[in-house]
C-alpha cells in the first residue's frame, strides 16, 4: 500500500511556522485541581458561545481552539483587576519587538475558577465580525493546555475536566493531537485521503472550532493531494469568500475540489467539496461537531471523534457562486461556474434571493444568521451591477 507522508515536510513548516518566542502563555495559570463542569453553549452560525465570568461580571466568549492566546475586549479591562506586562517576541525574519500582555486574575467557567490568565486585547467595536456575534472575548488554547474538553452537539454543552478518564473516552477513537511547541497549544492532526485503490495521503491540519467549515484546504496542498489521486474535479476561480477578525480575506486564486474519501479517526466521511485557502493552513472547523462527539484532551495530547455514524455520507453539493459580505453588502465573492462569468461579476451585490429582499438587512444579521438558502437545491439570485443594472440568474446545486 502507498503511504505517500506530505507530514514530513509540511507538518514541520506547518508547525514551526506557528512557534513563539520567549513567552509561553500557558505557563502560570492557576489551574483547580479534581474539576469536572459541564457548561451549555449557543451555537451562532458555527460559533460556539458560552457565558464566563471574569472578575465576577458574566461576560460571552467563543470557544475557539484556533487563537493561540485567549482575546478580550480592551474596554472591558477598564472594569476589571488585572495587570499587564511586556514580553520579547521575535518573528520568522529574527525582528525583536515587546508585546503587551495582560494577566486577568480570575476567570470562572462553570463552577471552575481559573487564575493568572495571559490574554491578549483588541478593540472589538472596530471590528464587524467581533461586534455582530456581541461577545466579549475568544477563550483561546492557552487556557485549554490543561485540560480535556468534551464538546457534544446533541447536548450542547462543553466539558471540562483535568481527568480525562471521567469522560469514559475509547482509546480506538482517538489519534495524536500535535502542538507547535511547548509555548503554542495550537491543536493539530493527521487525517488521510483516500484514492480510487484505498491508498491513502496523510495531511497535518489545525483543529479550529472558532471557524465553521467543515475542512478548508490549504493550496499549498493541492498540488501533492492532486498528484496522489485523493481529489478529483478541480475548479479555478479568483475571489474572496471568508471573513476573519480582521476582515474580508483578499481576492486571490482559489479552487474548489471533490474529495471522495477522508478519514478522522478511523471515521469515513465521503463526499466533500472544499475549498482551497491560501496563506494558512488546512483546518478542520466546528462543522465536524454536526457529525459526532468530539473531545480535545490536551493533558494527554490526543483527539477524539465520536462519530453518530461509522460511514458518513456528506455527499456536499455546492451553488456555483459563493456570496460574502463587504462595505456592509452581500455580494458575490467567487464565481465557480465560468459559464457566468460573462453574466456576473464578482463584487457585484446580491440584492435578493428567491423572495427575500437582501438590500436593507443588516450585515450582522448575514454574518450571524446566514443566508438564508441552506435547505435548497435551487434559487434565484437577483445581481446588481456595478452600473446599476439589475438581472434575475437562477443556480443550482452540484
Avoid at 519587538?97 to 486577568?104: E, G, M, R, T, Y
Avoid at 472575548?137 to 450542547?156: Q, W
Avoid at 503554542?184 to 484514492?195: A, G
Avoid at 476573519?244 to 486564486?253: H, I, K, P
Wanted: one cysteine or more; glycine letters at 6%.
Amino acid at each position: 500500500m502507498k503511504k505517500y507522508i506530505i507530514l514530513t515536510y509540511l507538518l514541520a513548516v506547518t508547525l514551526l511556522s506557528h512557534a513563539q518566542n520567549n513567552f509561553n502563555p500557558s505557563a502560570g495559570i492557576t489551574i483547580p485541581k479534581d474539576y469536572f463542569t459541564e457548561i451549555p453553549y449557543e451555537n451562532m452560525n458555527g460559533k460556539l458561545i458560552i457565558s464566563v465570568e471574569v472578575n465576577g461580571k458574566p461576560y460571552r466568549f467563543v470557544f475557539d481552539t484556533g487563537m493561540s492566546i485567549t482575546m478580550v475586549n480592551k474596554k472591558i479591562l477598564d472594569d476589571l483587576n488585572h495587570s499587564t506586562f511586556s514580553v520579547l517576541s521575535i518573528d520568522q525574519s529574527g525582528k525583536k519587538d515587546s508585546l503587551l500582555v495582560n494577566k486577568l486574575n480570575h476567570i470562572r467557567i462553570g463552577d471552575t475558577d481559573f487564575g493568572e490568565v495571559p490574554v491578549v486585547t483588541v478593540d472589538f467595536d472596530e471590528n464587524p465580525l467581533i461586534k455582530c456575534f456581541n461577545v466579549d472575548g475568544y477563550l483561546g488554547s492557552n487556557l485549554f493546555a490543561h485540560m480535556a474538553i468534551r464538546i457534544s452537539s446533541t447536548e450542547k454543552t462543553i466539558t471540562l475536566t483535568d481527568n480525562s478518564s471521567t469522560l469514559q473516552l475509547n482509546k480506538e477513537q482517538s489519534s495524536e493531537l500535535l502542538f507547535p511547541s511547548e509555548e503554542n497549544r495550537l491543536p493539530f492532526i493527521k487525517i488521510r485521503f483516500f484514492d480510487s485503490d484505498d491508498d491513502y495521503v496523510i495531511e497535518p491540519v489545525q483543529l479550529d472550532a472558532g471557524a465553521n467549515h467543515l475542512y478548508r484546504l490549504q493550496l499549498d496542498h493541492l498540488t501533492t493531494l492532486h498528484e496522489q489521486g485523493v481529489v478529483q474535479d478541480i475548479v479555478k476561480s479568483a475571489g474572496s469568500s471568508s471573513i476573519g477578525l480582521f476582515g474580508n480575506a483578499e481576492v486571490e486564486d482559489m479552487y474548489l475540489v471533490k474529495i471522495p474519501k477522508m478519514e478522522i479517526n478511523g471515521a469515513t466521511l465521503n463526499g466533500l467539496q472544499v475549498e482551497t485557502i491560501e496563506n494558512q493552513y488546512s483546518s478542520i472547523g466546528s462543522s465536524l461537531f454536526d457529525y459526532g462527539t468530539v473531545t480535545f484532551d490536551y493533558i494527554n495530547s490526543l483527539f477524539y471523534f465520536e462519530p453518530f455514524n461509522e460511514v458518513i455520507d456528506v455527499n456536499e453539493k455546492l451553488f456555483p457562486v459563493s456570496p460574502t459580505v463587504s462595505d456592509g453588502k452581500l455580494v458575490v465573492g467567487v464565481i465557480w461556474d465560468a459559464s457566468l462569468e460573462n453574466q456576473i461579476s464578482i463584487g457585484d451585490q446580491i440584492v435578493s434571493i428567491d423572495d427575500i429582499d437582501y438590500t436593507n438587512l443588516e450585515v450582522c444579521e448575514l454574518m450571524v444568521k446566514g443566508v438564508e438558502f441552506k435547505d435548497k437545491n435551487r434559487i434565484t439570485l437577483g445581481i446588481k451591477n456595478r452600473q446599476g443594472n439589475i438581472k434575475q440568474i437562477t443556480i443550482e446545486r452540484r
